[in-house]
């Protein structure tokens, strides 16, 4: 097994170590195959997740049996979720104790079928190669995800007289270009539209389309919206781009929604986050992804199509080059409305941010992310948890230049901190850093040990107000002045940084944060603890102090 992981360029393999597991790790030590110890299995995943999202690869793990594969089991939602390929192997009980509630005896097939691509269970010791390479090629193969592999811990010792020698064929690095029909109804759709918007999916972030989707956007006069954890498709400055919409997305975002009349929706599924909670959308949906995956929630008038989102961009393009007598009246239109609904986030995003200032305590993130901005580098990646204060970055930071964004599809916490070196172990020519609240770096954040351990540029931002800052939201609409249950412990981060071997600093103010950041990013693992506001977790807490939209 170790072997056949070395010959398809798995780098290494993540987890805590189990006796369930032994022989793999003692192959790993004879093939020179790293072990990335993690602090927890979570931490593995996550960790795992961030490398597959990073470079396309799989990342793989190895957990033990029973609380180790429960551990691992929101990773691989998380990957599930994502789309991102990963592997995990999981050390079973021994075959001949199974169904007797032998220690720690779990059945994987039951445990991981709701949130993983497939599961496998190996039955004798010659299978275990196969489902290797099986795991691999089903993990990497489009729609991506996660498969478990359940080996019996005594197969693990069993005699193999031949490895197999398999070699996977090298996966298609594109996929199908729109058929001439799918193309003519699309761009039928566009050139019909008076108001139109670009959704934008995995396959165009990171500005990975940006030059395709700026003579698209030109051409058809669409505005471009980035999906759920893609605000990084298009740089703030340009003049089609209309921002991030998730599920606590701006106000002018929802009504852009309703007005759209056509939707292109480019490798995005379009459920409840990117909608704002299913929206009673009115608009003609086209949808353009490789890989028939289609939910039961999408809006069931949609219309798909299957190919390369990349590819299609282009081809459209291409398309609306072609004269058209009534075209250039109805692109003039749908940009104006693109402008106007920059005007209004604009405004909004104003409001809020001068409204924050005035009556924020702690350091307001309209601050904090003036010093992100200017201290991070133009090339870095940046790693943010679920949270309140995840809705100030997917609105305000500005993914200019080579920026990238990563964050949880599925709203997993504890995922920034591991994700971090992941995707740090992925792009080692630039920094990364990880955004994470106070309660979800309380669930991973001794991961910063690994980090340590590994020497990785990683600089993780703690945002700290002492509250479940999403939950207080939703108390806060539901049960106003009622807050209940939402307090965390507020250690000293800087300090348990110091303690992992980290370095550690500590902010009050915003001129403390910005001297904290400038020394944090130069150097290795660090961290910086910054206090926020408690009552106003999120901008939708300031909506009221907004000007209505117009």
Not at 80 to 91: E, T, W
Not at 149 to 167: C, K, L, M
Not at 214 to 222: A, I, K, M, P, T
């Amino acid at each position: 097994m170790a072997a056949l992981l070395r010959e398809h360029d798995i780098p290494w393999v993540a987890g805590v170590s189990g006796e369930s597991f032994l022989p793999l790790l003692d192959g790993m030590r004879s093939e020179s195959l790293p072990f990335l110890a993690t602090c927890h299995e979570s931490g593995a995943a996550f960790l795992a997740v961030g490398y597959a999202r990073a470079s396309g690869r799989p990342g793989v793990i190895a957990v033990t049996r029973g609380p180790g594969a429960s551990n691992a089991l929101i990773g691989v939602h998380e990957a599930s979720q994502a789309n991102a390929p990963l592997v995990v192997f999981v050390g079973q009980l021994e075959s001949g104790v199974r169904g007797r509630r032998a220690l720690q005896e779990m059945e994987y097939t039951d445990l991981f079928r709701s949130a993983a691509k497939d599961v496998f269970e190996v039955t004798r010791p010659d299978q275990a190669p196969a489902a290797v390479l099986a795991a691999l090629r089903k993990a990497t193969t489009e729609p991506a995800g996660p498969v478990v592999v359940s080996i019996p811990a005594d197969h693990f010792y069993g005699e193999v007289n031949e490895a197999a020698q398999t070699r996977l064929p090298q996966a298609p690095t594109t996929h199908g270009v729109l058929s001439r029909e799918a193309l003519d109804a699309i761009v039928a759709m566009m050139r019909d539209a008076r108001r139109g918007a670009i959704i934008c999916g995995a396959e165009l972030s990171g500005g990975a389309a940006a030059e395709a989707l700026d003579v698209l956007s030109q051409r058809s006069g669409f505005g471009v919206l980035g999906g759920h954890a893609f605000p990084d498709v298009l740089p703030p400055d340009h003049p089609s781009w209309l921002g991030c919409s998730t599920i606590r997305g701006p106000r002018a975002v929802k009504q852009l929604l309703r007005e759209a009349d056509a939707l292109l929706v480019l490798g995005h599924r379009l459920g409840d986050r990117v909608t704002q909670g299913y929206l009673p959308l009115t608009a003609r949906i086209a949808i353009v992804q490789s890989a028939p995956d289609i939910g039961w929630d999408e809006y069931l008038a949609s219309e798909f199509h299957y190919a390369d989102p990349v590819a299609a961009v282009q081809q459209i393009s291409e398309r609306l080059a072609e004269p058209d007598s009534d075209h250039a009246a109805r692109r003039e239109e749908r940009a104006e409305w693109v402008r106007y609904s920059r005007r209004a986030l604009a405004q909004e995003g104003r409001d809020i941010i001068a409204a924050e200032a005035r009556e924020a305590e702690g350091v307001p993130f309209g601050s904090i992310l003036e010093t992100l901005d200017r201290t991070l580098p133009d090339d870095a990646n940046v790693v943010s948890d679920a949270g309140s204060f995840n809705d100030w970055i997917v609105r305000y930071f500005p993914f200019r230049a080579q920026r990238r964004y990563f964050g949880p599809l599925s709203g997993s916490m504890g995922y920034a901190v591991p994700a971090a070196q992941g995707v740090q172990l992925a792009l080692r020519r630039t920094r990364t850093v990880a955004l994470v609240g106070d309660g979800a770096f309380l669930m991973t954040g001794l991961e910063l040990a690994t980090a340590v351990r590994l020497n990785l540029p990683i600089t993780v931002v703690v945002f700290k107000n002492g509250i479940w800052g999403s939950i207080a939201l939703h108390q806060d609409a539901r049960f106003p002045g009622r807050r209940f249950a939402v307090d965390l412990p507020q250690p000293s981060f800087a300090a348990l940084a110091v303690s992992l071997g980290a370095r550690g600093f500590s902010a009050q103010t915003a001129e403390e944060f910005s001297a904290a950041m400038e020394a944090a990013c130069a150097g290795g693992p660090s961290l910086v603890e910054v206090v926020t506001d408690a009552v106003h977790p999120s901008p939708n807490s300031y909506l009221s102090l907004a000007a209505p939209l117009g």
